[in-house]
C-alpha cells in the first residue's frame, strides 16, 4: 500500500532531495541576479524604442492585461494561505494550489516587463525610479519565494515559526512592491 499520509505530490512540487542540493541556493542567487538583469533589460529596451500612438495605446492595454494576470495570481496565492489561516484548507493543500500559480504570476511580470518597455516610461522621473525599484524587488522576492514553496512543499505537519515568518515577510513585501507599482503606474497615467 502506498503511503499518502504526507503533503500531496504533483509534477511541479520538489522532491526533498530538491532543498537537500548543495548547489541549491546558488542557483536561486543566479535565478535572482538574472530576473534583475531583465528588469534592467527592460528599462534599457524602453529607450531604444519610440512607439507610435498606436502602439503604446496597444501596449498599455496589454500592460493592464498582464496587471491583472500576474497580481490576480499573487492574491489569489495570499487568499489560499488566509484560507489556510482561518481553518478552512489543509497547509499542504494551500502550498500546492499557490505552486499551479507560480506560472502565471511569472507569465503577467514578464508580459509586464515587455509591455512597459513600448510605454517610453520617463527615466527623468523620480517616481517611476522608484516604481522600478518595486518591480525589481518584487521579482528578487518571487525569486527567493520559490525556494520558500519548496522548502514548504516537503514539511510534514505543522510548519515551524522560522519558516512562517519568512512567508508572512515574503507576502508583505510582495503586497507593498506591487501595490507600489500599481499606485505610481496610475498616477503617471492621471497626472
Ligand atoms: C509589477 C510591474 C508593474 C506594474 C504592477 C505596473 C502597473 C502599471 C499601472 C497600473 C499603470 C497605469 C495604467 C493606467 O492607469 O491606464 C502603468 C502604467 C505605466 N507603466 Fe507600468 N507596471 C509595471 C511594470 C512596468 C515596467 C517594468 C515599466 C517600464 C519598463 C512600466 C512602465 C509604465 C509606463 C511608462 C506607464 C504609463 C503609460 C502612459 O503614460 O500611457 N511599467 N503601470
Known amino acids: 500500500m502506498p503511503d499518502d499520509s504526507g503533503p500531496p505530490r504533483h509534477r511541479l512540487a520538489p522532491g526533498p532531495s530538491d532543498t537537500a542540493r548543495p548547489g541549491w541556493p546558488r542557483s536561486y542567487a543566479a535565478a535572482a541576479t538574472a530576473a534583475t538583469a531583465l528588469v534592467g533589460a527592460a528599462v ?16 498599455l492595454f496589454a500592460h493592464l492585461g498582464f496587471l491583472v494576470l500576474g497580481f490576480g495570481a499573487v ?30 504570476i511569472w507569465s503577467g511580470l514578464a508580459g509586464l516587463l515587455i509591455s512597459g518597455a513600448l510605454l517610453s516610461p520617463n527615466l527623468t522621473s523620480g517616481i ?48 507593498i512592491c506591487w501595490w507600489g507599482a ?8 492621471n497626472r
Open 44 to 59: 534599457w529596451l524602453s529607450t531604444l524604442v519610440h512607439p507610435s500612438p498606436v502602439l503604446h495605446d496597444l501596449a
Open 75 to 104: 492574491l489569489v496565492a495570499d487568499y489560499f494561505f488566509a484560507l489556510w489561516v482561518l481553518g478552512r484548507t489543509t497547509f499542504a493543500e494551500a502550498v500546492t494550489n499557490t505552486t499551479r500559480l507560480h506560472p502565471l
Open 128 to 175: 517611476t525610479i522608484l516604481k522600478l525599484g518595486f518591480v525589481t524587488a518584487l521579482t528578487v522576492n518571487g525569486v527567493q519565494a520559490m525556494a520558500l514553496s519548496k522548502r514548504m512543499s516537503v514539511l510534514d505537519g505543522i510548519p515551524p515559526m522560522r519558516l512562517l515568518l519568512w512567508g508572512g515577510c515574503t507576502s508583505a513585501v510582495s503586497q
Open 182 to 189: 500599481v499606485l505610481i503606474g496610475f498616477l503617471n497615467v
